[in-house]
Structure formats: structure tokens, C-alpha cells
């Protein structure tokens, strides 16, 4: 699947728990295989960790926090003209493809 967002992008998320509805966050990381993307202080989760012992290294117990993937139809791109959450166009020149606003015709890269 063609993502066209892309890593360091600033998204808002659309839909999703409601205490994260409306919040904007720089991209972390892309999984275009899953559809699905993991933005900076978003979709916090906790994970509960035992102490593991593997190869002589010990993992200390408690509770982990980490930012969950979302997927990728649950956020808008955030322009940086026009700071508006957009649709994403591509434009084809001479040099290449790329990113365009739709709302205000503003190349994004």
C-alpha cells in the first residue's frame, strides 16, 4: 500500500479513544505493510514486565509505557502552510513526485 505519510510528518488524530481525538504529534514511525503508524505521545499503553534473565542481562520488572501503532485511516496530515489537517495529493513534474495540500495547493516536501 502507497503511505503518503511519511516519518517526522505532523498528523492529527481523526478518530480513535477520545482522549486522544483532536491532539497533534510528529510521525515516530511508518508500517506500511500493516497500514498503521506510531506518532509521539499518542495511543500511550502499558505493558506490566517480570523480571527475564537471558545471556547474563536482567530486565528489571514494572510497568513500561510505550506509544501503540494507530492506523494510518485514523489520521489526517497537518499542513504546514495552512497548519489545517488535509488530504494528501501527489503531483508529477519533471524532477518528480510530490506531496501537495488539497486545501491550499502548498507543496509539502
Request: charged share 25%.
Amino acid at each position: 500500500m502507497k503511505v503518503k505519510i511519511r516519518k517526522g510528518d505532523t498528523v492529527e488524530i481523526m478518530s480513535g479513544k477520545a482522549d486522544d481525538k483532536g491532539k497533534r504529534g510528529p510521525v515516530i514511525r511508518v508500517l506500511p505493510d500493516e497500514g498503521r503508524l506510531v506518532v509521539q505521545g499518542i495511543n500511550i499503553h502499558t505493558k506490566h514486565q517480570r523480571q527475564v534473565q537471558t545471556q547474563g542481562r536482567t530486565i528489571n520488572p514494572g510497568r513500561i509505557q510505550f506509544e501503540a501503532p494507530l492506523a494510518i485511516a485514523n489520521v489526517m496530515l497537518v499542513c504546514p502552510k495552512c497548519n489545517e489537517p488535509t488530504r494528501v495529493g501527489v503531483q508529477l513534474d519533471d524532477s518528480g513526485s510530490h506531496r501537495v495540500c488539497k486545501n491550499c495547493q502548498a507543496l509539502i516536501d
